[in-house]
């Protein structure tokens, strides 16, 4: 809502001002419509709710000078202090958007008013808000926009522009596609081969007129050809849903066997508690070369249950150990915890009975990179074709390690 201070082109001095409530002595939103200015006899002014509120109390006096006063009705009217104050010039509250002190300087008025001709000015104020008079249109505008308004309004009327009736804008459509007398049709039995076109008000003489059997044979076998089309889908679309669930079924015993074929594979890994194998080390002679003492050949991995293993090889031996050829097992994850583990290296001979095998018990603690084995198991220079350790450049280890609990019959003893 506009106040006057919104719109004062001057701010009013202290004499506008009641001195009780230090508002202006007008109507603050009503001040176009201002009732008069009462004051006591001595000459003091307040606004008029200020006097009401005072007289509501039953006191009969002067709310500033305490000059005893029968009723608000004894008071008089300060004419030259109205005749002042309707002399300022104010902004027309229409600078304002609708309901609001936001003024709109792009479409609000421009004009600089007295306020004692405000009342008037608003009422022919071409940029005063009013609604649409178009019966269920609840729009509101600037009066100048009413014509730019109605062009859009749904609820104006217009006449059709086949039978001249008036309709409203956003029923036309429906008018003329349902209702329209004069609206030309095409016959109802236009997609059987009826090529008739006329007004609506005549469609009954047309089907009275014109024998429509064929056509309407016609239509009767479109729709059976249609008909035969969707059943012939719908059997379509059945038949594959069976196939569907068929195969379905099928894939449900699949999974279930490839689950039980899961569970088995992983409570045998899970239970894998002793591992053999024999690790083939080939091009003995340029391995020999270019492993120099100290540079370590390491196996690929191998797991027993969920412990991962390997065996590291050092072909001219470690340090001190240059005349061995010294290889070690090792425990490559689980650094949490330890396991014992019991193990043997053979190094295999052309004739068995020559193979070497070294066996031991050990705890892999749970530390990593600390592997058991030795330094000095196997001497280099046994290791050679003469000797049947190499065979086609090739050597032999069998490994096995065994993390089974001990049993009595398992147990390892070196005394
Ligand atoms: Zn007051
Ligand atoms: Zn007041
Ligand atoms: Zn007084
Ligand atoms: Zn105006
Ligand atoms: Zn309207
Ligand atoms: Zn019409
Ligand atoms: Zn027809």
């Known amino acids: 809502m506009v106040e006057l201070k919104d719109i004062l082109i001057k701010e009013l001095s202290s004499e506008f001002v009641c001195n009780v409530c230090m508002d202006y002595l007008f109507d603050h939103d009503n001040f176009h419509t201002s009732k008069a200015i009462l004051q006591c006899s001595n000459g003091c002014v307040h606004c008029l709710k200020c006097w009401t509120k005072h007289f509501e109390t039953s006191k009969k006096n002067c709310l500033t000078c305490r000059e005893p006063i029968e009723s608000i009705e004894s008071l008089s009217k300060n004419i030259i202090l109205k005749k002042q104050f309707g002399n300022k010039k104010i902004q027309c509250p229409n600078i304002c958007f609708e309901k609001s002190s936001e003024k709109d300087e792009v479409n609000g008025c421009k004009e600089v008013i007295k306020i004692e001709d405000c009342f008037s000015h608003l009422s022919k104020c071409n940029h005063r808000y009013i609604s649409c008079t178009m019966e269920g249109c609840t729009e509101t505008f600037r009066a100048l926009d009413l014509d730019k308004h109605l062009e859009k309004c749904g609820f104006a009327s217009i ?31 236009s997609d059987g081969g009826c090529k ?164 031991n018990s050990s705890t892999f603690d749970k530390d990593l990179g ?46």
């Not at 459509?173 to 016959?187: F, G």
């Open 196 to 359: 008739a076109e006329f007004k609506r008000e005549d469609a009954d003489n047309h089907i009275k007129d014109v024998d429509h059997k064929e056509f309407i044979q016609n239509i009767i076998d479109q729709h059976k050809e249609k008909h035969e089309v969707i059943k012939r889908k719908y059997e379509d679309t059945e038949n594959r849903l069976v196939t569907a669930e068929k195969k379905l079924a099928e894939f449900d015993q699949i999974a279930k066997k490839l689950k039980i074929n899961c569970e088995n594979l992983t409570s045998r890994i899970d239970s894998t508690e002793k591992y053999q194998c024999n690790w083939v080390i080939y091009n003995y002679s340029e391995k020999f070369r270019t492993y120099p003492n100290g540079a370590m050949f390491a196996s690929p991995a191998f797991w027993l249950g969920s412990y991962k293993f390997n065996c590291e090889l050092y072909l001219n031996g470690y340090k001190d150990y240059s005349d061995f050829l010294s290889i070690f097992l090792f425990k490559k994850n689980h650094p949490e915890s330890s396991v014992q583990a019991r193990y043997s290296f053979e190094l295999v001979n052309r004739n068995p009975s020559k193979s070497v095998k070294y066996s």
């Open 159 to 189: 006449d059709c522009e086949h039978c001249e009736m008036k309709i409203k804008k956003f029923a036309v459509k429906e008018h003329i596609d349902n209702d329209c007398s004069k609206t030309i049709i095409k016959c109802k039995y």
């Open 370 to 415: 600390y592997g058991f084995g030795s330094f000095r198991y196997y001497k280099k220079v046994e290791i050679n074709e003469e000797s049947g350790f190499v065979v086609d450049n090739k050597i032999i280890f069998n490994i096995v390690v065994d993390i089974s609990p001990p049993t009595s019959s398992n147990v390892l003893i070196s005394q």
